[in-house]
């Protein structure tokens, strides 16, 4: 059994569904995020988010006045401020407070979970299995990553992980997959 669950995104459905499931217990930092590169939240949770959200990487990247990403590691915020400028110090100060609550949990027993909607990322987490491994445990050898695939994904007997599959749409939990929690 789990001690808490945090949501590795890629988006909010994952953590909608979480909170439909009573899985989640607070809010953490990749919660509302965009992150289609699984390779940039290794290196947040790894480095301890130590260049997360550094104000000289954000842009906007849409027609929306609310949206804006990191620029290097293309990471969306879709859901935080009106004007990131004007309202930087209040939004690293909240990403600051998920920050220091996240690196707390993760010294308990954490299942990770992760919805992957497309190969590109499939093939990085099978070349990265260690790596992977090391990151989630980092401050607990017991903490897990749980992996939850579309249905048209092609998942290979040897993947190194546990995980499910979903069906419907990428990231919301089905009554056929709730029973794993």
């Not at 789990?2 to 953490?28: E, N, V």
């Not at 915020?77 to 707390?104: A, C, G, S, V």
């Not at 993760?106 to 987490?125: A, D, F, P, Q, T």
């Not at 190194?160 to 069906?167: A, M, P, Q, V």
Request: aromatic letters at 18%; hydrophobic letters at 35%.
């Amino acid at each position: 059994m789990f001690d808490c669950y945090i949501s590795l995104g890629p988006a909010c459905p994952m953590t909608s569904s979480m909170s439909k499931y009573g899985l989640r217990s607070f809010s953490g930092v990749f919660d509302w995020l965009v992150t289609s590169d699984f390779k940039w939240v290794l290196h947040y949770i790894e480095t301890d988010f130590k260049d997360f959200l550094l104000q000289e990487n954000l842009e906007r990247y849409d027609e929306s006045l609310i949206h804006f990403r990191d620029k290097l590691s293309d990471v969306k915020f879709t859901h935080d401020t009106e004007n990131f400028n004007d309202e930087y110090n209040k939004l690293k100060e909240k990403y600051n407070q998920r920050i220091n609550r996240f690196l707390e949990k993760m010294k308990s027993r954490v299942c990770y979970l992760r919805s992957v909607r497309n190969n590109k990322e499939l093939e990085y987490i099978q070349s990265n299995v260690g790596y992977i491994q090391c990151v989630i445990q980092k401050y607990n050898p017991n903490s897990e990553i749980l992996f939850l695939f579309d249905n048209n994904l092609s998942v290979p007997d040897d993947f190194g992980f546990r995980y499910y599959r979903l069906s419907g749409i990428w990231g919301v939990f089905t009554s056929d997959i709730a029973f794993i929690f």
